[in-house]
Nanobody, 112 residues
Framework: QIHLVESGGGLVQPGGSLELSCAAS????????MGWYRQAPGKQRELVAR???????YYGKSIKGRFTISIDNAKSTVYLQMSNLEPEDTAVYYC??????WGQGTQVTVSS
């Protein structure tokens, strides 16, 4: 089994930056991809970014180059560095492993 612990959410002003992290524990040798999704109120959950453990990355269309995903394989931790945040980025952000395992979610609120 794999257990996920997310951290790093919070309140930030428009144009600000925030970093999310998601640490995996357990049978981490079975991880081949880690990523982030988000869900805003009244909207469907959408892909933000995902990465393989080899470093191949893919970003959702709404990100527009503002976010960077990375994985520290030694720590089995995935990071999402978010910059130039917009109010439209407000959502609950969920860590995802192997396209099937979800974290508990962390709230990101972009507001002045």
């Amino acid at each position: 089994q794999i257990h996920l612990v997310e951290s790093g959410g919070g309140l930030v002003q428009p144009g600000g930056s925030l970093e999310l992290s998601c640490a995996a524990s357990g049978t981490t040798s079975e991880i081949w991809t880690m990523g982030w999704y988000r869900q805003a109120p009244g909207k469907q959950r959408e892909l933000v970014a995902r990465s393989t453990v080899e470093g191949s990355t893919y970003y959702g269309k709404s990100i527009k180059g503002r976010f960077t995903i990375s994985i520290d394989n030694a720590k089995s931790t995935v990071y999402l560095q978010m910059s130039n945040l917009e109010p439209e980025d407000t959502a609950v952000y969920y860590c995802n492993v192997n396209a099937g395992l979800w974290g508990q979610g962390t709230q990101v609120t972009v507001s002045s």
